[in-house]
């Protein structure tokens, strides 16, 4: 099968859509898929080229048997609404001039987040007469909405009627989450042209391994007990009310809080713990793909958290099978939903509500001092890895792929 996938983040860019998309593909070009990937030059969250690259119009590189078509954007920091929208708007103009330009392919497919390159990858599937793909993984623009950084008006209500319309056009949807699924047959698409198709994780690339010690010594972690957050520090994630828990900890000397990644609320953040004196939370930048597994063997317990807005009931953070494959507990404060049910359902890890720092603070502590319970549920972890494998998703996301060119 000749696959086109569009996303606007690929690899060495390490956020959730680059990773999942490229890891998936890896998978489809070694079972002998001809696969290319229309994307950016990398240049996520920072907004500044990555070493190596040049924003041209196209360039195009192998990786891993994938064809990686490089196209021009406005570049952007991950911070700011219009300059953000921009750099959205420019990748659907560049990617799909690029996607007309391609071989024809059997299938298009896209990538939300970001949501215009959805709009591409239904104007190349539209004019190539190809089944278009629209693989949602997220809410757009109800997210967008859910953490303020638009207001709701007349844009946001023509970005619903183009994402209904996409929906409706698509040959399929291949949804992230059953919740995702739910709330579209609620909107009126049809449960059969909807798939979910999990996240998950690379087992051959993360695995249970000893401390970094050398890692641990330079961040003053070594005999700590850690709470680790991995991932992007953003709008989404209410990360100020894990500052708030670890102000309340700050008595025990013994647990560290860490911080691995970029986002548009990192600097806030790094301010917030210098304000209040805080010494018992470390701040590591983001870090290439290859160093994630030395990251988190820094990390006792893993933590996962959003804010207490309903939209992230439906969310299930691509961090907590990364965290499986580790063999971590698991710390989940967000609203209750499907990602607490996977979490509780294989008995890896613990459930607290969002944007409550006491409770927090004390699931933290007592983890900390239960050892016992620690391994259990870190056994319970490592059991539930195989069943979340890369390797699996890849397999439902052709088998999408193959449903959509038989319609």
Request: with cysteine; net charge neutral.
């Amino acid at each position: 099968m000749k696959i086109l996938f569009l996303s606007e983040n690929f690899p060495p860019e390490t956020n959730a859509a680059a990773t999942r998309v490229f890891e998936r593909a890896v998978y489809w070009a070694k079972w002998g898929h001809q696969v290319t990937v229309i994307t950016t030059a990398p240049n996520f969250p920072h907004g500044k080229l990555f070493d190596g690259y040049k924003n041209r119009w196209k360039q195009i590189e192998q990786m891993d048997g994938i064809r990686v078509v490089r196209v021009k954007s406005y570049i952007s920091a991950n911070r700011g609404v219009v300059r953000r929208s921009l750099d959205f708007l420019s990748f659907f103009v560049t990617g799909t001039l690029a996607g007309w330009a391609e071989p024809r392919p059997d299938v298009v497919a896209a990538t939300s987040p970001q949501f215009f390159a959805a709009v591409a990858g239904w104007a190349i599937g539209a004019a190539r007469r190809i089944p278009f793909i629209f693989e949602l993984g997220d809410l757009w623009p109800t997210s967008i909405a859910a953490v303020g950084a638009m207001k709701r008006g007349i844009a946001l209500r023509m970005m619903e009627v183009v994402e209904l319309f996409l929906y409706r056009r698509a040959a399929k949807v291949a949804a992230l989450t059953q919740a995702f699924k739910r709330n579209l047959i609620g909107r009126d698409i049809s449960a059969d042209k909807v798939a979910v198709v999990l996240n998950g994780v690379d087992l051959p690339r993360y695995s249970p391994r000893a401390r970094d010690a050398a890692l641990a010594e330079k961040w003053g972690l070594t005999g700590k007990f850690v709470i680790g957050y991995v991932g992007t520090h953003g709008m989404a994630h209410g990360l100020i009310n894990v500052l708030d828990a670890a102000e309340i900890l700050a008595p025990m000397e013994g647990i560290r809080f860490l911080f691995a990644g970029a986002g548009a609320e990192r600097d806030m953040l790094i301010d917030a713990v210098q304000a209040r004196g805080l010494e018992n939370i470390r701040f590591l930048p983001a870090q290439p793909k290859d160093a994630m597994p030395a990251v988190w063997s820094l990390c006792d317990v893993a933590l996962v958290h959003l804010r207490d807005l309903p939209a992230f009931a439906e969310v299930i953070p691509s961090k907590i099978f990364e965290a499986m494959a580790m063999g971590l507990p698991i710390l989940l404060a967000a609203p209750k939903g499907e990602a607490a049910e996977i979490i509780e359902g294989h008995g890896a890890g613990r459930w607290v509500a969002p944007e409550a720092p006491e409770e927090l603070a004390a699931a933290v502590r007592a983890l900390a001092e239960d050892g016992e319970a620690c391994r259990s549920l870190a056994a319970a972890s490592l059991a539930a890895a195989p069943a979340h494998s890369r390797e699996v998703q890849a397999r439902e996301m052709l088998a999408v792929f193959e449903a959509a060119v038989q319609l």
